[in-house]
């Protein structure tokens, strides 16, 4: 694995995204299938780490953020940026390990590789054996990543291109900015991550669809997170495996997101495929809850009214709950011809997020999960030209959400299978008998 020294400075951060740009902008027109161009960025952006290579990852699996004919190639240049980043150096992870935890890494582990098996954005993750014998993964920090995240955090272009993806430029962006600053610099916090992945395995501690690993308590801290090892498949694996278990796999994937949210009132908003571990008896493991979102409990009614509306067939209660949810001013009904447009298209928008739901069984598809993005692209060019007060202010939360959606749809459609997600839905929310739907509008 490439080791590669970590450009911190907020100046040397920006101008590495400064000449990616250069070559990408000149890329899209001359480079025929965008190889090159998409090799380029996979150097830059795994060099970088920090938010730039979650932005080149996301880019590597979200269907709609580069051009359909370009896509192949990102995936595989970006892809390899996904599966593993430039590592740090061997003896600044153990030093990182050792002032952390208190003592040199051969007593705290029976067996320690220096060479780790995952690496990315913000840490890289080690084998490793416990004194009885426990097999453990342990994810320790890149050093220096705290100052790259600060200075990612004060390039302007950089969030707001990620802002827009999220949903739109113009609504609420200071709110938003400040929204993505905090959440990303709580992923900084390795003893925060430890306390919600404790959380998550408390919500599926039977393990029959959702396994999540224990944490290694007294070998973690505010930079090393220590968790026992899992083994299965991984993404790649599991695309290419038999279509019935990636059938089991979508349904299990759409369980933990609709139980997480709406009965849990909690959401991972990092749907990394390399953040889940697939099981030949049809179980998921999930991993890295460092992006983890709460979910106030009036907002968590609104998301449950917004489910059940649409899994009985009413569309009249599904926009009123899709009002409530953006915080409109309309409090009710479908989008009238008299309402801004921009509302309208936020309705619309809302209504098309729930097709896998209203047409079930539904085979999510690489063109369906691009055309949400691009619908999110052309509200954000609808914004520019939008009166403030027909905006719509982002609510809190949101974004991460968006981001959620955007990437599990693209996950699932690499599983490439049609499958009964409202069944699902109905099961976790104990709506078992089924109604017919009705989504002719």
Known sequence: MAKKDLPSSRFGRAARM????????????????????????????????????????????????????????????????RAATPASDPEAIRAVVEEDLGAPVGELFASWEPEPFASASIGQVHRATLIDGTEVA????????????????????????????????????????DEMAEVFRQELDYALEADRQERFADLYADGTHIRIPAVVRDRSSKRVLTTVMVHGKTFEEACESDPALRTTWAEVLWRFVIHSTIVGGVFNGDPHPGNFIFHDDGSVTALDFGCVIEIPPERRAI??????????????????????????????????????????????????????????PY?????????????????????????????????????FLNRLQFGFYSVLARFDVPVDYAAVERDVLGLNAPAPLDATS
């Not at 090799?39 to 780490?49: C, N, Y």
């Not at 050093?143 to 004060?154: F, Y």
């Not at 489910?307 to 409109?328: C, I, K, N, V």
């Not at 993005?373 to 974004?399: F, L, Q, S, W, Y």
């Open 18 to 81: 400064a000449l990616l740009g250069a070559r990408t902008g000149a890329g899209w027109v001359f480079d025929g299938d965008g190889k090159k161009t998409a090799k380029a960025a996979a150097g830059v952006l795994g060099q970088m780490r920090g938010l730039a290579a979650k932005a080149g990852q996301m880019a590597s699996y979200v269907d709609g953020l580069v051009p359909a004919d370009k896509r192949e190639a990102f995936e595989i240049a970006l892809g390899a940026l």
């Open 138 to 177: 342990v994810k320790v920090q890149h050093p220096g990543i705290d100052q790259a995240v600060e200075s990612d955090l004060k390039n302007a272009g950089l969030m707001a291109n990620m802002k827009a993806f999220a949903f739109g430029a113009k609504m609420g962006i200071k709110e938003g900015m």
């Open 303 to 360: 998301s449950r009214a917004l489910h059940t509306a649409a899994l009985t067939g009413d569309l009249p209660g599904f926009y009123t709950a899709s009002r409530q949810m953006m915080e409109m001013p309309e409090d009710e009904g479908p989008p009238r011809e008299d309402e801004p447009l921009f509302h309208q298209l936020v309705l619309k928008f809302c209504r098309r997020l729930f097709d896998p739901i209203w047409d079930s």
């Open 363 to 399: 085979r999510v598809s690489h063109e369906w999960a691009a055309s949400l993005v691009d619908d999110c692209m052309t509200m954000a060019k609808k914004a520019i030209r939008t009166k403030a007060d027909e905006m719509i202010t982002m609510p809190e939360g949101m974004m």
